[in-house]
């Protein structure tokens, strides 16, 4: 077991298993579900937040007009 988690790279999930170790194989296999898990769900939420905040940006770039302009014309 002790190769096993010393050959995972470097991350969130290999601190996981320094600070609380895995005392079979079938655990390590539950615990690298649930991070593999964590990562699929961090990518969604990138990819799905992305769209809204260039959407944002392009709302702030636009002209602010006045309201009131457009529903009273200035008399001539």
């Known amino acids: 077991m002790h190769h096993m988690v010393t050959a995972v790279k470097l991350g969130s999930f290999s601190d996981s298993l320094c600070k609380k170790p895995v005392m079979n194989l079938d ?3 539950q615990r690298a579900t649930k991070f593999m898990q964590l990562e699929e769900l961090r990518e969604f939420c990138a990819k799905t937040q ?27």
């Open 27 to 29: 655990e390590l296999q």
């Open 50 to 76: 992305a769209p809204e905040e260039s959407e944002r940006r392009t709302d702030k770039n636009r002209p602010m007009t006045s309201v009131r302009s457009r529903e009273f014309p200035k008399p001539a």
